[in-house]
């Protein structure tokens, strides 16, 4: 009997050794190397490959026949199947696409199966559908959608482990779109190891993801994440797939926000948000009203910016609090900001702005829980901190944006136009902006004030 071989994956990366070390020498990270059993070349040749003999053609026809020219593919627009929430077509690029593989992630009682359902039971009045339920019941399923008053009529549901079972039946079934849940609980049989483990999990997604592409179906994959966010698995879970979705939100709160991280089909770092309601999740058309709810008194340290996600600009408020500091080295915490480019911008403001906080404690955060990945928050960030730091309140109809450099100059920022439309559509009346963002064209209801350096835009406030 041959020997069954193994290899090491890192978990971050996925780059794979012959024998285990300490240090992926790929990515630098400790001790994330998984053992995987490889599969002989007699399993591999076996009942799985002749049923899948290609990845993403048709497996009857044979290779040589599937290639074809550039010139001779079919330009038409991918057909796109509704899913009945704008939000998730949103995050999607515009809806399912036959035959594509998407990962939702997010941590225990985000609302994964709860979106998942809601949106099943809407396509299974229109297409044939089937929820694969691998953690929970079905008796526990059918109380949740009685729970949420969903029309569960025409939803085929199976509780299944069995990856082979699991493709069997839909082989039969034909459905349009599948929902494993999860991913985790899968196995299949060639693989001799946990369900769960990096390899499992790895086999699993790929046979899963192989089916979709041979049989045009789409395929919906639930993930659980680890401690610090990340998704559990190997790192190459996300390169098989063609989607890969993130539901967000905290305990604390009934708002959730739905964030694409890859996207072969649309754009990336788009965002949806809904609110986790008693009867599920409903979407947030205007989620940038969330995001405003300011006091009817002005204060200090408070100011709005214009933050673009996906494909649609979103207002959100920015605070910022300066206080003296009694410690030896002062405190600069950014909550929903990066935290070096919080001390880099507090240096150009030192040096530029004329305004020092080295014996000053620094805390700035985002309000509602958004994070903020782009440089276009930089001016708002400063103008806020000298509002605290001054105790002088900005004006409620202020809007800012623009990115600082390091010499104090203000440079432009992607889709100002439509950031500054955004605003004006919400009731402001100013905005400070860079001069290569101001409008060549006046826009009715706000005053446009264009800065090039940072010692400008302090004397607009």
């Not at 985000?110 to 039971?121: D, I, N, R, W, Y």
């Not at 999740?281 to 214009?306: D, H």
């Not at 600082?404 to 100002?416: A, F, K, T, Y």
Request: hydrophobic share 40%; aromatic share 4%; glycine share 10%.
């Amino acid at each position: 009997m041959a020997k069954a071989k193994s290899a090491y994956v890192c978990n971050d990366c996925g780059a794979d050794y012959t024998k285990w070390q300490g240090q992926c020498s790929a990515c630098g990270a400790w001790n994330t190397l998984t053992e995987v059993r490889l599969s002989t070349a007699a399993s591999s040749s076996g009942s799985r490959g002749a049923r899948f003999e290609g990845y993403a053609g048709e497996a009857a026809v044979s290779a040589h026949q599937r290639v074809v020219s550039l010139s001779e593919v079919d330009l038409q627009a991918m057909p796109r199947i509704a899913t009945g929430t704008g939000e998730l077509d949103r995050v999607l690029g515009g809806g399912l696409v036959p035959g594509s593989a998407v990962l939702i992630g997010g941590h225990p009682g985000a609302g994964k199966s709860t979106l998942l359902l809601q949106t099943l039971c809407h396509l299974a009045g229109q297409y044939p559908a089937l929820y694969v339920t691998g953690e929970e019941s079905l008796q526990q399923v059918a109380m949740r959608a009685a729970r949420l008053g969903l029309k569960a009529d025409h939803l085929k549901m199976l509780s299944e482990t069995s990856v082979e079972t699991i493709c069997d039946v839909a082989q039969q079934l034909q459905p349009k779109v599948v929902v494993i849940d999860s991913i985790q609980v899968m196995h299949v049989a060639d693989v001799q190891s946990a369900p769960g483990s990096v390899s499992q999990v790895r086999e699993s997604a790929a046979y899963l993801t192989r089916f979709a592409k041979q049989t045009g179906t789409v395929l919906f994959l639930v993930g659980h994440v680890t401690k610090d966010g990340t998704l559990a698995g190997p790192k190459v879970l996300e390169h098989m797939i063609d989607c890969s979705l993130q539901l967000e939100g905290s305990s604390d709160s009934r708002f959730r926000t739905l964030r694409s991280h890859k996207n072969r089909f649309g754009a990336v770092n788009e965002l949806g948000v809904f609110a986790m309601l008693e009867s599920g999740l409903k979407e947030l058309r205007n989620p940038s009203s969330i995001f405003l709810t300011r006091g009817e008194e002005p204060s200090s340290g408070s100011v709005v910016m214009v933050v673009w996600e996906g494909t649609r600009p979103l207002l959100v408020e920015l605070q910022a609090l300066v206080d003296e500091s009694h410690l030896s080295n002062p405190r600069r915490v950014a909550v929903g900001l990066e935290q070096n480019r919080l001390a880099m911008l507090l240096a150009v403001l030192n040096r530029h702005g004329g305004l020092m906080t080295g014996d000053q404690d620094v805390f700035v955060n985002v309000v509602g829980g958004v994070r903020v990945l782009e440089t276009s928050a930089d001016l708002a960030l400063l103008l806020a901190i000298v509002s605290s730091f001054r105790d002088q309140p900005l004006s409620q109809e202020l809007i800012v944006f623009g990115e600082v450099g390091l010499s104090g100059e203000i440079r432009p920022v992607p889709n100002g136009q439509e950031r500054i439309r955004e605003a004006a559509k919400h009731g402001f009346r100013r905005a400070i902006v860079p001069k290569a963002n101001v409008p060549k064209e006046k826009l009715a209801g706000i005053e446009v004030l264009g800065v090039g350096t940072l010692s400008e835009a302090l004397d607009q406030i």
